[in-house]
């Protein structure tokens, strides 16, 4: 993993390796880049808790109606409704315990002090109160405790699992002065030195180190609402204004029934908690919580919600090469001298027109694999490469007064410059296309012995000197991970400035361009408004294209109903970024200004990360359909009994420690019986129907299959009724029936069997047993067993119409992956 050092920060860098900070500047870096707090506790998570919980409506509804148990002397109910509370409570306060045991698991692999030279003399301080700057000594098996670069020390070797998730070591080095900061020279904060001694100085403190950002991000969750969560919200909103209705009409017909007031309030109140969809948006969040978290797994950081949702619906993937599909580490691979030019003089004259300091990785390939400038040599001017000019001309001076200016640049544009035939430039233009087709980056060179103005190059008769290939290898993986996109429907786009031939090879290695069309971002704009939408999907390789022309092609692809992800790295790739339906920065080599407009960050910039957060987006979306599938499912029966019994006039049904029975059933089956993590790609087919969340015919198969739950469960109520039996065995028959349709519906509806969802339904049939057969336990909840038979007659009443669901399951998954996964 590699880190940019950014502008304000390379002083520090660059300050001497003995050299510490002066007690009076700490104060004001740790106000200007903050503390080193980088698993701190979320704000308000208790008052969040407490908050959290008094929102449930059902704990206000055990209370209330314990309290009017209570006036009326019925104190066992009572006491049976309070103590009903503990497990609901309960399961709020694991949930939060889990979340702190998360915290420190996460503390326990950071360091809790740090060695810092400060005013001259070592001392052991909190590593908290580390800033930006400090100069930390880590020997070996100590953590480091943030974000910098290693100064000084020797056989350094580390280990970086917790961010990397490889286990081997990985060697270190210290940065010499003036050179780039590589990955070796870099010590990450929740990593561990395994040999030597490293002084290192701090560049990232707390959320700006690598494992902060990791942690904030997963333990925050994803900030803002979603539009999914706005349109939960929505219909809650309407559903809870339709409940206040539907409970106050029932509660006066049950009076003018003449049932009494008791009776009214308990109707209205059993219904109201039934059909309240307190559920939805808290599965909701939480699946969406455990999306950032799973993304996060998969080195994948989410910035902004709406990227949770989309990812999983992506259908084209905007790539960049260096770096996502390539390794971004260019290296020499060929040079080819002009007739009159040695291999040497090419190179001399390719390293005097790159620069050390420029940081690129072609400047650096070159001058790795060139001679030394020779001494005297002073640059008096420079004219930079630039999107429209295509090329870099630097202007030197010798010791002795001789003026040379060198290029090097786009071939094509370099040899306009030369003065050369037309036949000789076509020669050389063929040259480029045999070394492209290669996948080599091919750069032309030229010079010119002249004075150099100021403030003008030298745009014609210049001497060409030769071409330079250099190679960028494919990552390993990638060409793996590509073929999981086209199986999976997804096209891939690779968006390079590079020469055509040299993006359409390594689109080849990477197998993007196999039967694909390449055009050129030149003419971009008139040839995305002349490609049909079919032409349009062919598309897989744009060449000579600026990132600004990414916007274009993006939009190309929206306007045709296309779900776009952009990768990009730079403060110019930010209009796509922030256009596409998920923009994601590049982690490691992404600017600042790219991360702040991306709605997720690539942690190792690796194209094969990308369709790993696919496969994880599109798996997760199918098991939030199936949660909520599941909640429609069991709802529509709870409720239409709730209010219809009664209206019918009826005793009845659901007493409240029914309904606290079936919600501690219900509200684990939706959250935890519904996770499970990704397989590859093309097991998760994409299932989008448009935006819709449901199908109509999905839709369909979900009502029907509750009104089928709730004709049987009505049938057995009052079948059990008119056959003479009591109202406490009418209930149970009744219970027992919507009890096993709940795990029946579990059993078919989860993607996976999981231990969470075999305990669900585990649950489920226990509780039909025991809280019905068992006599003590019945009683308390007035309920009395019945006989077998009848036991089993009304599970089968509950369990035959929930194997409907089934349907669902099949429109949802693919038959094949059906056969593995049904239990």
């Given at each position: 993993?590699?880190?940019?050092?950014?502008?304000?920060?390379?002083?520090?860098?660059?300050?001497?390796?003995?050299?510490?900070?002066?007690?009076?500047?700490?104060?004001?870096?740790?106000?200007?880049?903050?503390?080193n707090?980088?698993?701190?506790?979320?704000?308000?998570?208790?008052?969040?808790?407490?908050?959290?919980?008094?929102?449930?409506?059902m704990?206000?509804?055990?209370?209330?109606?314990?309290?009017?148990?209570?006036?009326l002397?019925?104190?066992?109910?009572m006491?049976?409704?309070?103590?009903?509370?503990?497990?609901?409570?309960?399961?709020?306060?694991?949930?939060?315990?889990?979340?702190?045991?998360?915290?420190?698991?996460l503390?326990?692999?950071?360091?809790?002090?740090a060695?810092?030279?400060?005013?001259?003399?070592?001392?052991?301080?909190?590593?908290?109160?580390?800033?930006?700057?400090d100069?930390?000594?880590?020997?070996?098996?100590?953590?480091?405790?943030?974000?910098?670069?290693?100064?000084a020390?020797?056989?350094?070797?580390?280990?970086?699992?917790?961010?990397t998730?490889?286990?081997?070591?990985v060697?270190?080095?210290?940065?010499?002065?003036?050179?780039?900061?590589?990955?070796?020279?870099?010590?990450?904060a929740?990593?561990?030195?395994?040999?030597?001694?490293?002084?290192?100085?701090?560049?990232?403190?707390?959320?700006d180190?690598?494992?902060?950002?990791?942690?904030?991000?997963?333990?925050?969750?994803?900030p803002?609402?979603?539009?999914?969560?706005?349109?939960?919200?929505?219909?809650?909103?309407?559903?809870?204004?339709?409940?206040?209705?539907?409970?106050?009409?029932?509660?006066?017909?049950?009076?003018?029934?003449?049932f009494?007031?008791?009776?009214?309030?308990?109707?209205?109140?059993?219904?109201?908690?039934?059909?309240?969809?307190?559920?939805?948006?808290?599965?909701l969040t939480?699946?969406?919580?455990?999306?950032?978290?799973?993304?996060?797994?998969?080195?994948?950081?989410?910035?902004?919600?709406?990227?949770?949702?989309?990812i999983?619906?992506?259908?084209v993937?905007?790539?960049?090469?260096?770096?996502?599909?390539?390794?971004?580490?260019?290296?020499?691979?060929?040079?080819?001298?002009?007739?009159?030019?040695?291999?040497?003089?090419?190179?001399?004259?390719?390293?005097?027109?790159?620069?050390?300091?420029?940081?690129?990785?072609?400047?650096?390939?070159?001058?790795?694999?060139?001679?030394?400038?020779?001494?005297?040599w002073?640059?008096?001017?420079?004219?930079?490469?630039?999107?429209?000019?295509?090329?870099?001309?630097?202007?030197?001076q010798?010791?002795?007064?001789?003026?040379?200016?060198?290029?090097?640049?786009?071939?094509?544009?370099?040899?306009?410059?030369?003065?050369?035939?037309?036949?000789?430039?076509?020669?050389?233009?063929?040259?480029?296309?045999?070394?492209?087709?290669?996948?080599?980056?091919?750069?032309?060179?030229?010079?010119?012995?002249?004075?150099?103005?100021?403030?003008?190059?030298?745009?014609?008769?210049?001497?060409?000197a030769?071409?330079?290939?250099?190679?960028?290898?494919v990552?390993?993986g990638?060409?793996?991970?590509?073929?999981?996109?086209?199986?999976?429907?997804?096209?891939?786009?690779?968006?390079?400035?590079?020469?055509?031939q040299?993006?359409?090879?390594?689109?080849?290695?990477?197998?993007?361009?196999?039967d694909?069309?390449t055009?050129?971002?030149?003419?971009?704009?008139?040839?995305?408004?002349?490609?049909?939408?079919?032409?349009?999907?062919?598309?897989?390789?744009?060449?000579?294209?600026?990132?600004?022309?990414?916007?274009?092609?993006?939009?190309a692809?929206?306007?045709?109903?296309?779900?776009?992800?952009?990768?990009?790295?730079?403060?110019?790739?930010?209009?796509?970024?922030?256009?596409?339906?998920?923009?994601?920065a590049?982690?490691?080599?992404?600017?600042?200004?790219?991360?702040?407009?991306?709605?997720?960050?690539?942690?190792?910039?690796?194209?094969?990360?990308?369709?790993?957060?696919?496969?994880e987006?599109?798996?997760?979306?199918?098991?939030?359909?199936?949660?909520?599938?599941?909640?429609?499912?069991?709802h529509?029966?709870?409720?239409?009994?709730a209010?219809?019994?009664?209206?019918?006039?009826?005793?009845?049904?659901?007493?409240?420690?029914?309904?606290v029975?079936?919600?501690?059933?219900?509200?684990?089956?939706?959250?935890?019986?519904?996770?499970?993590?990704?397989?590859?790609?093309?097991?998760?087919?994409?299932?989008?129907?448009?935006?819709?969340?449901?199908?109509?015919?999905?839709?369909?198969?979900?009502i029907?299959?509750?009104?089928?739950?709730?004709?049987?469960?009505?049938?057995?109520?009052?079948?059990?009724?008119?056959?003479?039996?009591?109202?406490?065995?009418?209930?149970?028959?009744a219970?027992?029936?919507?009890?096993?349709?709940?795990?029946?519906?579990?059993?078919?509806?989860?993607?996976?069997?999981?231990?969470?969802?075999?305990a669900?339904?585990?649950?489920g049939?226990?509780?039909?047993?025991?809280?019905?057969?068992?006599?003590?336990?019945?009683?308390?909840i007035?309920?009395?067993?019945?006989?077998?038979?009848?036991?089993?007659?009304?599970?089968?009443a509950?369990?035959?119409?929930?194997?409907?669901s089934i349907?669902?399951?099949?429109g949802?998954?693919?038959?094949?992956r059906?056969?593995?996964?049904?239990?």
């Amino acid at each position: 993993m590699k880190r940019a050092i950014p502008p304000d920060r390379q002083r520090f860098a660059a300050m001497d390796a003995s050299c510490g900070l002066d007690d009076t500047e700490i104060e004001a870096l740790r106000q200007q880049f903050g503390a080193n707090l980088i698993a701190e506790d979320p704000p308000g998570n208790f008052a969040g808790l407490a908050r959290d919980t008094a929102g449930d409506p059902m704990i206000w509804f055990l209370l209330v109606t314990s309290a009017l148990f209570g006036a009326l002397g019925q104190y066992t109910d009572m006491a049976v409704l309070l103590l009903a509370i503990a497990p609901l409570v309960g399961m709020d306060f694991y949930l939060h315990h889990r979340t702190q045991a998360s915290i420190e698991g996460l503390r326990s692999v950071l360091a809790a002090t740090a060695t810092t030279l400060r005013g001259g003399v070592w001392a052991q301080l909190p590593a908290e109160r580390l800033v930006v700057g400090d100069l930390v000594q880590v020997t070996a098996g100590q953590n480091i405790p943030a974000d910098g670069v290693i100064v000084a020390g020797a056989d350094l070797q580390a280990e970086e699992s917790s961010l990397t998730g490889e286990a081997y070591p990985v060697s270190k080095a210290a940065l010499g002065t003036g050179a780039l900061a590589q990955d070796s020279n870099w010590g990450f904060a929740g990593t561990r030195l395994l040999t030597g001694d490293a002084a290192i100085r701090v560049i990232f403190t707390g959320p700006d180190t690598i494992f902060g950002e990791i942690v904030h991000s997963a333990i925050g969750g994803p900030p803002g609402r979603t539009p999914l969560q706005n349109a939960v919200a929505r219909l809650v909103k309407w559903l809870l204004l339709a409940a206040l209705v539907l409970c106050l009409l029932l509660a006066a017909v049950r009076l003018w029934q003449g049932f009494g007031a008791v009776d009214a309030f308990l109707s209205a109140a059993a219904l109201a908690v039934a059909a309240i969809p307190e559920e939805f948006p808290v599965v909701l969040t939480f699946f969406l919580g455990v999306g950032v978290y799973r993304l996060a797994r998969v080195k994948v950081l989410v910035r902004r919600g709406v990227a949770v949702e989309n990812i999983g619906r992506v259908s084209v993937i905007c790539s960049d090469k260096t770096g996502t599909i390539t390794e971004g580490r260019l290296t020499f691979a060929e040079a080819l001298p002009a007739q009159d030019m040695s291999i040497q003089e090419l190179m001399e004259t390719a390293a005097m027109a790159s620069r050390a300091q420029s940081g690129d990785p072609l400047d650096l390939a070159i001058l790795e694999n060139s001679p030394a400038i020779q001494d005297g040599w002073t640059r008096t001017a420079l004219f930079p490469f630039t999107e429209g000019r295509r090329r870099e001309t630097a202007c030197w001076q010798s010791a002795g007064g001789a003026q040379r200016c060198v290029t090097k640049g786009a071939p094509e544009t370099v040899l306009a410059l030369c003065d050369m035939t037309d036949a000789a430039r076509t020669q050389w233009l063929d040259a480029t296309s045999v070394l492209s087709a290669k996948g080599q980056k091919i750069i032309a060179c030229a010079m010119q012995d002249t004075v150099c103005a100021q403030s003008a190059e030298p745009t014609a008769a210049l001497r060409f000197a030769g071409l330079v290939a250099i190679i960028d290898p494919v990552r390993r993986g990638v060409s793996q991970a590509v073929a999981e996109a086209r199986l999976a429907g997804i096209q891939v786009v690779m968006v390079t400035g590079d020469h055509p031939q040299t993006a359409r090879a390594i689109a080849a290695q990477a197998g993007i361009a196999e039967d694909g069309l390449t055009i050129l971002g030149d003419d971009l704009e008139q040839t995305l408004a002349r490609l049909t939408p079919d032409e349009l999907a062919q598309v897989s390789v744009v060449a000579r294209a600026s990132p600004a022309q990414k916007v274009l092609l993006v939009q190309a692809f929206q306007s045709i109903g296309k779900i776009v992800a952009v990768t990009g790295d730079g403060v110019n790739d930010a209009p796509a970024l922030r256009t596409a339906d998920v923009g994601i920065a590049m982690g490691q080599r992404g600017t600042r200004s790219a991360r702040e407009v991306s709605a997720m960050v690539l942690m190792d910039d690796n194209f094969a990360t990308i369709i790993a957060a696919i496969s994880e987006g599109r798996q997760l979306f199918r098991n939030l359909r199936m949660s909520f599938a599941f909640l429609l499912m069991i709802h529509l029966p709870l409720v239409a009994s709730a209010a219809l019994i009664p209206f019918l006039g009826f005793p009845i049904l659901y007493l409240p420690a029914h309904i606290v029975w079936l919600e501690l059933l219900i509200h684990p089956a939706a959250i935890l019986a519904f996770q499970t993590g990704a397989g590859s790609l093309s097991e998760n087919h994409a299932d989008d129907h448009g935006g819709a969340f449901f199908t109509p015919w999905q839709w369909a198969v979900i009502i029907g299959t509750g009104i089928l739950v709730g004709a049987g469960l009505l049938a057995v109520f009052i079948m059990a009724l008119s056959g003479g039996h009591s109202i406490e065995q009418a209930r149970s028959m009744a219970l027992v029936c919507l009890v096993m349709a709940l795990a029946t519906l579990v059993t078919i509806l989860a993607p996976r069997r999981t231990t969470a969802r075999n305990a669900v339904v585990a649950a489920g049939f226990a509780s039909a047993l025991l809280l019905v057969q068992y006599g003590p336990l019945a009683a308390l909840i007035h309920l009395q067993p019945v006989a077998w038979p009848n036991w089993l007659a009304a599970a089968a009443a509950g369990t035959l119409p929930a194997l409907a669901s089934i349907l669902l399951k099949t429109g949802i998954i693919s038959p094949s992956r059906l056969s593995r996964t049904r239990p």
